[in-house]
């Protein structure tokens, strides 16, 4: 662990877009330090509108990030066409729905090969190999044998056969980590599991490493080793999904996990699911102290005022948690909590972990 | 539940039914380009009044079918056999002015994807009033009390009724679908995927919304969807549609923690529970595709993804039958399968 240098981080990355109507500014991403390590698979999780889409896609080079950086392998990502190019051969794209990532007029042949001559790999067919690297990618991504597949269109195929598509034409190129944006969403329940086993055997058979963004705590619970958690453009709790995802400390998690059907949380705590009212808030206003006390439960019934931390909820902005691999929460309410003494929010770096001073070494 | 076994010989010969909704050997079928397409085949399933039922399936299985067949809502040119009895009234025979009347008011319906299902250049208030004008025939001013009564139903501001649907977010969007069906105060509402598109958070919203409200006004409730635990936890009872049939039924919890055919527990495994050991880092799926409706395969249509298939499969298409009290289930494994089954 302490030798090892991130694939893909994000350090301290802000990205914001003009809000609609021209109307202020909207910070969909507002300081996020994220880290996957090789061979880990790393789920980012929050609601629609919280931010995990843009920093998916600040990531993958597709927006250009307004602040911070993205490290690729420890170096910072250069916005060059050529350097992207270079990055983007390594950081492949995985998206929700396959009907819509494959060109229907596209064979399957040339919808995997596609990477490859764009990489210049191979000039049109030219090189001999060009055929054995989509056979090799197709039967990787479970389609075999791979040469019945090559001359078929999407509409041949099922949903589950067109995502292993999909990854084909990620794996082609060899990458070190695939970003994967609900990658089974549009999927049937059944076929949904066998997709996740394909991820989770690309990790343990090749060690590469995924980072899958998704609203499904179940899919963590499937492939994933670490978890983030993002709220309103920041992330508010991170750690290993075993700790996270049975012991949450954010009262965010413990409601997004108490409001899953059949959860463990809300049988075992007694105290039946926490709905939170409204929706995803507004990115162009974001709450002063903790993003999240207008929807906090521990504000609302009173706990944080009897903690005496409620001034701080409403005013004092919480410290940016570091990517690395420990279980941290942004919450005033931790540590403060006689629930639970011995997390604390301070991201203080450690041995192995402190993330920035090591980038800036390599 | 009032419900016996439900293989077909065990049913009480025509007897006047205290169902409100009694759907009987319902087959249908879609004319297309490439052949007739048998969407359902052969459904036998009931609903008492006030209660909730949960049905579960993946896409292609016949499930949003069956519920459009509820209220008539297939395409022209579709065959339709068997008998869909709304409160002692056939569906499928009645004539089109009771039919009109019993859209809205017999039984309502909350499709999946609310954005669709608005009028996009239309104020929610007034795709709200609409039905309650057309059936209840009161004035403008009273349907807009209605109106107002129903948003606060359903937990939207006053304010919001002049919104156009673009206006209002998608969680928003299902609640001005809820308080359309809601509108003239139906026997049944049929939701078909009603929360699918939603966040998590949401959609515990919403079926907490959809479950106080039905409960609330002793509603009937068909919800259909992919997610078995969804269904668990809102609905009394649970059946699961498989390549359009029902291949098990029963009491919901006892459905989704110890399902009898082997398709129900697939489906429970494939949405893990958080916590559950035996499924972390294991993600449980079922090989091979739903069944193409056209060319299923003899016997069981299940056989060819079936862990426990044998050879008898091949050649029985197993119909539903008892499997406990209350239960029932569609598989030759069903009597030798002990209770507890494998979960």
Same mark, same amino acid.
């Given at each position: 662990?302490?030798?090892?240098?991130?694939?893909?981080?994000?350090?301290?990355?802000?990205?914001?877009?003009?809000?609609?109507?021209?109307?202020?500014?909207?910070?969909?991403?507002?300081?996020?330090?994220?880290?996957?390590?090789?061979?880990?698979?790393?789920?980012?999780?929050?609601?629609?509108?919280?931010?995990?889409?843009?920093?998916?896609?600040?990531?993958?080079?597709?927006?250009?990030?307004?602040?911070?950086?993205?490290?690729?392998?420890?170096?910072?990502?250069?916005?060059?066409?050529?350097?992207?190019?270079?990055?983007?051969?390594?950081?492949?794209?995985?998206?929700?729905?396959?009907?819509?990532?494959?060109?229907?007029?596209?064979?399957?042949?040339?919808?995997?090969?596609?990477?490859?001559?764009?990489?210049?790999?191979?000039?049109?067919?030219?090189?001999?190999?060009?055929?054995?690297?989509?056979?090799?990618?197709?039967?990787?991504?479970?389609?075999?044998?791979?040469?019945?597949?090559?001359?078929?269109?999407?509409?041949?195929?099922s949903g589950g056969?067109?995502?292993?598509?999909?990854?084909?034409?990620?794996?082609?190129?060899?990458?070190?980590?695939?970003?994967?944006?609900?990658?089974v969403?549009?999927l049937d329940a059944s076929v949904r599991g066998e997709i996740l086993k394909?991820?989770?055997?690309?990790?343990?058979?090749?060690?590469?490493?995924?980072?899958?963004?998704?609203?499904?705590?179940g899919?963590?619970?499937n492939?994933?080793?670490?978890?983030?958690?993002?709220?309103?453009?920041?992330?508010?709790?991170?750690?290993?999904?075993?700790?996270?995802?049975?012991?949450?400390?954010?009262?965010?998690?413990?409601?997004?996990?108490?409001?899953?059907?059949e959860?463990?949380?809300?049988?075992?705590?007694?105290?039946?699911?926490?709905?939170?009212?409204?929706?995803?808030?507004?990115?162009?206003?974001?709450?002063?102290?903790?993003?999240?006390?207008?929807?906090?439960?521990?504000?609302?019934?009173?706990?944080?005022?009897?903690?005496?931390?409620?001034?701080?909820?409403?005013?004092?902005?919480?410290?940016?948690?570091?990517?690395?691999?420990?279980?941290?929460?942004?919450?005033?309410?931790?540590?403060?909590?006689?629930?639970?003494?011995?997390?604390?929010?301070?991201?203080?770096?450690?041995?192995?972990?402190?993330?920035?001073?090591?980038?800036?070494?390599? | 539940?009032?419900?016996?076994?439900?293989?077909?010989?065990?049913?009480?010969?025509?007897?006047?039914?205290?169902?409100?909704?009694?759907?009987?050997?319902?087959?249908?079928?879609?004319?297309?380009?490439?052949?007739?397409?048998?969407?359902?085949?052969?459904?036998?399933?009931?609903?008492?009044?006030?209660?909730?039922?949960?049905?579960a399936g993946e896409s292609g299985c016949?499930k949003?079918?069956?519920?459009?067949?509820?209220?008539?809502?297939?395409?022209?040119?579709?065959?339709?056999?068997?008998?869909?009895? =709304?409160? @002692?009234?056939? %569906?499928?025979?009645? &004539?089109? $002015?009771? *039919?009109?009347?019993?859209?809205?008011?017999?039984?309502?319906?909350?499709?999946?994807?609310?954005?669709?299902?608005?009028?996009?250049?239309?104020?929610?208030?007034?795709?709200?009033?609409?039905?309650?004008?057309?059936?209840?025939?009161?004035?403008?001013?009273?349907?807009?009390?209605?109106?107002?009564?129903?948003?606060?139903?359903?937990?939207?501001?006053?304010?919001?009724?002049?919104?156009?649907?673009?206006?209002?977010?998608?969680?928003?969007?299902?609640?001005?679908?809820?308080?359309?069906?809601?509108?003239?105060?139906?026997?049944?509402?049929?939701?078909?995927?009603?929360?699918?598109?939603?966040?998590?958070?949401?959609?515990?919203?919403?079926?907490? =919304?959809? @479950?106080?409200? %039905?409960?609330?006004? &002793?509603? $009937?409730? *068909?919800?259909?969807s992919h997610d078995l635990a969804v269904l668990a936890?809102?609905?009394?009872?649970l059946a699961v549609m498989y390549a359009?049939r029902i291949v098990e039924?029963g009491?919901?919890?006892q459905v989704f923690t110890d399902g009898r055919h082997p398709y129900t527990r697939a489906l429970a495994a494939a949405f893990p529970r958080?916590?559950d050991?035996s499924s972390?880092?294991a993600p449980h799926g079922l090989p091979g595709d739903p069944p193409?409706?056209?060319?299923?395969?003899?016997?069981c249509a299940f056989r060819p993804r079936c862990p426990l298939a044998?050879?008898?499969c091949?050649?029985?298409?197993?119909?539903?039958?008892?499997?406990?009290?209350?239960?029932?289930a569609a598989c030759?494994h069903v009597?030798?399968v002990?209770?507890?089954g494998e979960r």
């Amino acid at each position: 662990m302490t030798e090892r240098v991130p694939v893909l981080s994000a350090h301290d990355l802000r990205v914001s877009f003009p809000a609609r109507h021209g109307h202020g500014v909207a910070h969909a991403v507002d300081r996020v330090n994220l880290d996957v390590y090789p061979g880990e698979i790393v789920a980012l999780v929050g609601e629609s509108g919280c931010g995990k889409t843009t920093l998916a896609r600040t990531l993958l080079g597709l927006e250009k990030p307004g602040g911070g950086q993205v490290l690729h392998h420890g170096q910072p990502v250069r916005y060059t066409s050529r350097g992207l190019k270079a990055y983007r051969r390594d950081v492949q794209l995985v998206l929700q729905d396959p009907s819509g990532s494959l060109n229907p007029r596209h064979t399957v042949y040339e919808a995997v090969a596609e990477g490859l001559r764009i990489h210049g790999h191979t000039a049109l067919g030219d090189f001999p190999d060009e055929q054995a690297k989509v056979a090799d990618a197709l039967a990787r991504a479970g389609l075999r044998p791979a040469e019945r597949f090559f001359l078929r269109y999407p509409h041949e195929l099922s949903g589950g056969q067109r995502q292993r598509v999909v990854i084909a034409g990620a794996l082609v190129l060899d990458p070190a980590i695939l970003v994967a944006d609900e990658p089974v969403a549009s999927l049937d329940a059944s076929v949904r599991g066998e997709i996740l086993k394909l991820l989770l055997g690309l990790r343990d058979e090749r060690g590469l490493s995924a980072l899958v963004v998704t609203h499904d705590l179940g899919l963590a619970w499937n492939i994933a080793d670490r978890v983030a958690v993002m709220y309103l453009g920041r992330i508010v709790e991170t750690g290993p999904v075993e700790k996270i995802l049975t012991a949450p400390e954010h009262p965010y998690t413990r409601a997004l996990l108490s409001v899953l059907p059949e959860s463990g949380l809300s049988e075992a705590g007694g105290a039946g699911p926490t709905i939170l009212t409204g929706e995803a808030p507004d990115p162009t206003r974001i709450p002063t102290g903790c993003r999240f006390h207008p929807r906090c439960p521990v504000v609302a019934s009173g706990r944080a005022a009897a903690l005496d931390i409620e001034a701080a909820c409403r005013g004092r902005d919480l410290p940016v948690l570091d990517g690395g691999g420990e279980a941290q929460v942004a919450c005033h309410a931790v540590g403060s909590d006689a629930g639970a003494p011995d997390l604390r929010t301070t991201p203080t770096p450690r041995p192995g972990a402190g993330a920035a001073p090591r980038r800036r070494r390599r | 539940m009032t419900q016996p076994g439900r293989a077909p010989e065990a049913r009480p010969d025509k007897a006047p039914t205290a169902q409100l909704l009694d759907i009987r050997n319902l087959t249908v079928t879609y004319r297309t380009g490439g052949g007739p397409l048998p969407a359902v085949r052969g459904v036998d399933l009931s609903l008492a009044a006030g209660q909730k039922l949960g049905l579960a399936g993946e896409s292609g299985c016949g499930k949003s079918t069956l519920a459009a067949s509820v209220l008539r809502l297939l395409p022209p040119g579709t065959t339709t056999t068997g008998e869909i009895l =709304l409160g @002692g009234e056939d %569906v499928l025979t009645m &004539g089109w $002015s009771r *039919l009109r009347a019993v859209r809205w008011a017999g039984a309502s319906i909350v499709f999946q994807g609310a954005m669709h299902s608005l009028n996009p250049v239309r104020r929610i208030a007034h795709q709200i009033a609409e039905p309650i004008l057309l059936h209840d025939k009161v004035s403008e001013t009273l349907a807009h009390e209605r109106v107002a009564v129903l948003l606060e139903q359903v937990g939207l501001a006053a304010a919001r009724a002049s919104a156009y649907p673009h206006e209002l977010s998608g969680g928003q969007r299902q609640r001005v679908m809820i308080a359309m069906a809601l509108a003239c105060s139906p026997n049944l509402i049929v939701a078909d995927e009603p929360t699918t598109a939603l966040d998590v958070m949401v959609q515990a919203q919403i079926l907490r =919304l959809i @479950g106080d409200l %039905v409960a609330a006004q &002793g509603i $009937s409730l *068909l919800m259909i969807s992919h997610d078995l635990a969804v269904l668990a936890q809102t609905c009394d009872r649970l059946a699961v549609m498989y390549a359009g049939r029902i291949v098990e039924d029963g009491p919901a919890h006892q459905v989704f923690t110890d399902g009898r055919h082997p398709y129900t527990r697939a489906l429970a495994a494939a949405f893990p529970r958080i916590g559950d050991p035996s499924s972390r880092r294991a993600p449980h799926g079922l090989p091979g595709d739903p069944p193409d409706p056209t060319a299923l395969p003899t016997g069981c249509a299940f056989r060819p993804r079936c862990p426990l298939a044998i050879e008898t499969c091949a050649h029985v298409d197993p119909a539903l039958s008892v499997a406990g009290p209350g239960r029932a289930a569609a598989c030759v494994h069903v009597t030798s399968v002990p209770t507890g089954g494998e979960r």
